[in-house]
């Protein structure tokens, strides 16, 4: 059963760099045609989609975020990971890892998500 | 209008029928995608495609799409339903996706 768990720190300072990584298990990250997705939510807020990639090397940006956005896959790990530039208060999220296929209509399963505050 | 907009809230009794509604653009070119989300919890996914509901998911979830709106359907409330419900769309104009705001669903 495919499972994916989020790391990286809960604390980030304000102009600093978030950055974080979803480890892929028990299927393989180049397995047939599957894309990568960072998803975050506001405490208390909705969902926002932050961008999604394929091992291939395509990838999709929300335009909101796309200045200080990247996402990159490791296939030797089968992990994919995220980096935020600039961050600020505004960043601060539950932030989620999931899976979509070529259609990018449909997120499943998802990671339990991690919490990153931005404070000094 | 690249957006997806849903009621912020909605109650139903225990056991009637509650439709949970998602408008946008976007839903004229791409099936909507339904999430449950509860408290301290990830989403999970309970409906997609046209009307497809993943394993595990029971049947009184129901999705369905006219125009440029969708909605999910829960025939037979029950207490374990209440929840954040979010519906997500493809973007028409790319690669991107959406999210509708949320709907929280009372279960009384």
């Known amino acids: 059963q495919l499972q994916l768990q989020e790391s990286g720190p809960g604390l980030v300072k304000p102009s600093e760099t978030l950055s974080l990584t979803c480890t892929v298990s028990?299927?393989?990250?180049?397995?047939?045609?599957?894309?990568w997705v960072w998803i975050r939510q506001p405490p208390g807020k909705g969902l926002e989609w932050i961008g999604t990639?394929?091992?291939?090397?395509?990838?999709y940006y929300n335009p909101s975020l796309k200045s200080r956005v990247s996402i990159f896959v490791d296939t030797s790990k089968n992990q994919f990971s995220l980096r935020l530039t600039s961050v600020a208060a505004a960043d601060t999220a539950v932030y989620f890892c999931?899976?979509?296929?070529?259609?990018?209509?449909?997120?499943?399963?998802w990671g339990q998500g991690t919490l990153v505050t931005v404070s000094a | 209008s690249s957006e997806l907009t849903q009621d912020p809230a909605v109650s139903v009794a225990l056991g009637q029928t509650v439709r949970i509604t998602c408008l946008g653009d976007?839903?004229?070119?791409?099936?909507a995608s339904w999430y449950q989300q509860k408290p301290g919890q990830a989403p999970i996914l309970v409906i997609y495609?046209?009307?497809t509901r993943p394993s595990g998911i029971p049947d009184r979830f129901s999705g369905s799409s006219s125009g440029n709106g969708a909605s999910l359907t829960i025939t037979g409330a029950q207490a374990e339903d209440e929840a954040d419900y979010y519906c997500?769309?493809?973007?028409?104009?790319?690669?991107?996706?959406?999210f509708g705001g949320g709907t929280k669903l009372t279960v009384l």
């Open positions: 999931a899976r979509t296929d070529y259609t990018l209509t449909w997120f499943d399963p």
């Open positions: 028990g299927d393989s990250i180049t397995s047939k045609n599957y894309y």
């Open positions: 990639v394929h091992h291939s090397g395509s990838i």
């Open positions: 976007s839903l004229r070119s791409y099936y």
């Open positions: 495609g046209q009307n």
């Open positions: 997500h769309c493809r973007d028409s104009t790319g690669n991107l996706a959406l």
